[in-house]
């Protein structure tokens, strides 16, 4: 799984001078993963997905896909890619098939392919029905379906679940796993839930402010945000436990009462339960909180700047 399927290489990109939209991203996505970029709104996600698909042009970019420089073939690579970037384009007036089979002739696939796409996101029944008459579930898969129509290796997925309902984003999620282990292939998939990617994604890449802020295996995030996790403490002496903790952490007061801690592992957690009950302290609640996005992308560049 380790073979680079998208690799780009100290890619910088700005839409005006002085601007530095990316700065120095290498974002390298394995052969067979589902790999989840994710960021905050305006972070650059779009920005690198567009240039990757040649969307947007960048001179000086050094992309590779499938092993070879994007600039050298870029019409033989998007051959090899299915992409749905922002909104999906659909003929609302047409049925699911008319709208496949539009894409279908100007994209040169065999007539069979429609059958078997329709199977595949789980729209056979409903192809005769009119788009418009889809929820927006079911207009992101026929979507799904045309980018699936040349049968690619890649596909690059902005946003999928976007404003759809919970029905919608579980359909979504199942058809990305789905097409990932039956169909083979790798998905990179951009989102801004961390929740979201961590459902299904193998690879993760943070993007904030245009800079790659971690990229890993989703356990090594899982790692990462386990031996970083908050504590929240609450106890019948709080001013006791305070004097008790002070070398824990930087430990804190909050507004009610509560002592919070810092980014610390579960193991200190346990630590600290065992040094209050031992003093005496009666604690009402210890809690583990988890981590947000804001969270963590603060707690990693805290890092990168150690
Ligand atoms: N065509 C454009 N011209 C000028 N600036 C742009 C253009 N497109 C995007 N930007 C800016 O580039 C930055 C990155 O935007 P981008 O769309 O890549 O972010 P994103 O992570 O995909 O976020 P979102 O989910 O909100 O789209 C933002 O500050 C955005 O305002």
């Avoid at 067979?32 to 240039?51: C, V």
């Avoid at 073939?73 to 909104?87: A, F, H, P, T, Y």
């Avoid at 989703?218 to 908050?230: D, E, M, S, W």
Wanted: charged residues 25%; contains cysteine.
């Amino acid at each position: 799984m380790d073979q680079p399927i998208i690799e780009t290489n100290h890619l910088n990109f700005s839409f005006k001078p002085g601007e530095n939209i990316l700065a120095d991203v290498n974002l390298s996505a394995p052969k067979g993963s589902i790999y989840g970029f994710l960021g905050p709104n305006g972070a650059g996600k779009t920005t690198t997905l567009r240039l990757i698909l040649g969307l947007l042009r960048e001179e000086n970019a050094h992309i590779k896909l499938f092993g070879n420089e994007l600039r050298d073939d870029r019409i033989g690579m998007l051959k090899k890619i299915g992409s749905l970037i922002e909104q999906p384009s659909l003929y609302m007036h047409l049925t699911g098939r008319e709208n496949l089979e539009v894409f279908r002739l100007s994209y040169g696939c065999p007539k069979e392919r429609i059958n078997e796409v329709l199977a595949i996101v789980g729209l056979s029944d409903a192809a005769g029905k009119k788009a418009k008459a889809y929820s927006l579930g079911m207009k992101q898969r026929l979507a799904i379906a045309i980018a699936l129509l040349h049968n690619p290796e890649l596909l690059i997925l902005d946003e999928p679940t976007n404003g759809l309902d919970p029905t919608g984003i579980i359909e979504i999620r199942d058809l990305i796993r789905k097409l990932n282990q039956q169909e083979g292939k790798t998905i990179l998939i951009s989102s801004h839930l961390l929740a979201e990617v961590e459902k299904i994604a193998t690879h993760v890449g943070i993007i904030d402010h245009g800079k790659l802020l971690f990229q890993g295996t989703l356990n090594a995030l899982q790692v990462l945000k386990t031996i970083h996790t908050c504590a929240e403490v609450k106890v019948d002496d709080t001013a006791r436990a305070l004097d008790l903790l002070k070398h824990e952490n930087a430990a804190t007061l909050e507004a009610d009462d509560t002592i919070r801690f810092g980014y610390i592992s579960e193991m200190q957690v346990a630590t600290i339960n065992e040094m209050l009950v031992r003093a005496g302290i009666r604690v009402y609640r210890i809690g583990v909180m988890k981590n947000d996005l804001e969270d963590l992308f603060l707690q990693i560049l805290s890092e990168k700047q150690l």
